[in-house]
């Protein structure tokens, strides 16, 4: 029925074991725990760019706040004119609040797909996968041995049968049912309780920590005004507590390779968060220097008048033409180089002087 999640998720994972395998050995827990890891990579590399317009979604959400509360406040007697309205505001800034959900999204059917497809490496004592999509359960051992697992053939299943780490399945929980942990018998042994918790509890207590701490990073980049909104408030508390505390207590019923997944995407996330958020941050200081600095240049200078760009200048400039003298013959000649050159200084000076006497002769009226 999702068999179109369940063959991608296959082939990603078998590509990552054969990487590994052929450095490590095709039975080795490590190999098929880092294939588990770049199978996690993988996803959130695609991911990475609509991540990438997620925290700008975000970070736009929370910019067009007021706005959007003035419409609401604006408008909540009539839903439908504010649905309009947010859809108008919504397409002038270019805003797309599906861009905000589309990774978280995107994960679930891997973490579905990779779920059942670990389960199906063990259909002995009942339905595999969740809901029982894909292979049937209730096969025996030497059934299930012989039985491929979607791009999996048959060595590859007993292959992953014999994978363990530190004595423990990747494909076993800690409440796995004795009658499905018959499946390892031939291979390997049937694990002990005490080396599945040995691996599965700490990977757990990280993966809740990871949780957590993934939280509040999120939590501390919000806005004062986002923070403020009481929905807000309710989802930060459910990401920074209740999230963590559901992988702890559910822990003991994920497969070990499930808890890999968990942590490994919780190390990805946090890693793409610091990397694209700094990004983003320094593009927002380097538009606000640009800002500064396109402002400083068009600014007066100190000392000196504004300009009034409406108004136009009616003074018209001065020209300097050249003086003449008369000359014996009648004739004019240019004055000398001096005069010529000082025309305009020695016109402002003529007119100082008229100026001097006119005020001496008004005082000698006086």
Known sequence: MLDFIYYPVSWILWFWHRVFGFALGSDNGLAWALAVVFLVFTLRLVLYVPFVKQVRTTRQMQELQPQIKELQRKYKNDRQKMAVEMQKLQKEHGFNPLMGCLPVLAQVPVFIGLYHVLRSFNRVGGASGIGGFGHSGGMTAAQNAMTPNYVFNA??????????????????????????????????????????????????????????????????????????????AIMNKMALWVFPLGVVVGGPFLPIAILIYWVSNNMWTYGQQHLVFGRIEKEEEQKKQDALERRAANAPKPGAKPVD???????????????TEPSPNGTAKPANKANASSGRSTGQGNRKRSGNRGRANQKRRR
Do not use: C, W
Not at 169 to 184: G, N, V
Not at 220 to 229: F, I, K, P
Not at 310 to 322: G, H, L, M, R, S
């Open 155 to 232: 060595d590859d299943v007993q292959s992953f049968l014999r994978a363990r780490i530190f004595g423990a399945p990747i494909s076993a929980a800690i409440t796995t049912p004795k009658a499905q942990l018959e499946a390892f018998a031939d291979f390997g042994g049937i694990p002990h309780m005490a080396n599945m918790a040995a691996v599965a509890i700490p990977l757990m207590l990280i993966a809740g920590l990871a949780t957590h701490f993934n939280a509040r990073a999120s939590v501390a980049r919000q806005s004062a005004e986002a923070a403020a909104n009481p929905q807000a």
């Open 309 to 323: 760009q409406k108004k136009k200048p009616t003074d018209a400039p001065v020209v300097d033409a050249e003086v």
